[in-house]
Nanobody
Framework: QVQLVESGGGLVQAGGSLRLSCAAS????????MGWYRQPPGKQRELVATITSVGRTNYADSVKGRFTVSRDNAKNTVYLQMNSLKPEDTAVYYC?????????WGQGTQVTVSS
């Protein structure tokens, strides 16, 4: 099992920045990709950004150039630096990790961007 604990959400004005963190524990040796998904109000969960164990990244088109995903393998932690936030970025953000067998999810952290 892998446990994921997020931190760093909150309320910010449009144009502002937030940094999310997610610490993994448990069977962390098996983790390949880590990253972030989000679920806006009334919508389905969607990809934000992922990063593999060797640093290969993938971003949703809507966040390219504004968000940066990074990973500290020594700390088993993944980060999401969010700049130039927009009201449409408002969502519950979920940390994600996978291994060859399954995906794991954090409990979610709310990000609210006011206009």
């Amino acid at each position: 099992q892998v446990q994921l604990v997020e931190s760093g959400g909150g309320l910010v004005q449009a144009g502002g920045s937030l940094r999310l963190s997610c610490a993994a524990s448990g069977r962390i040796f098996s983790i390949n990709a880590m990253g972030w998904y989000r679920q806006p109000p009334g919508k389905q969960r969607e990809l934000v950004a992922t990063i593999t164990s060797v640093g290969r990244t993938n971003y949703a088109d809507s966040v390219k150039g504004r968000f940066t995903v990074s990973r500290d393998n020594a700390k088993n932690t993944v980060y999401l630096q969010m700049n130039s936030l927009k009201p449409e970025d408002t969502a519950v953000y979920y940390c994600y990790a996978n291994n060859p067998y399954r995906a794991y999810w954090g409990q979610g952290t709310q990000v609210t961007v006011s206009s």
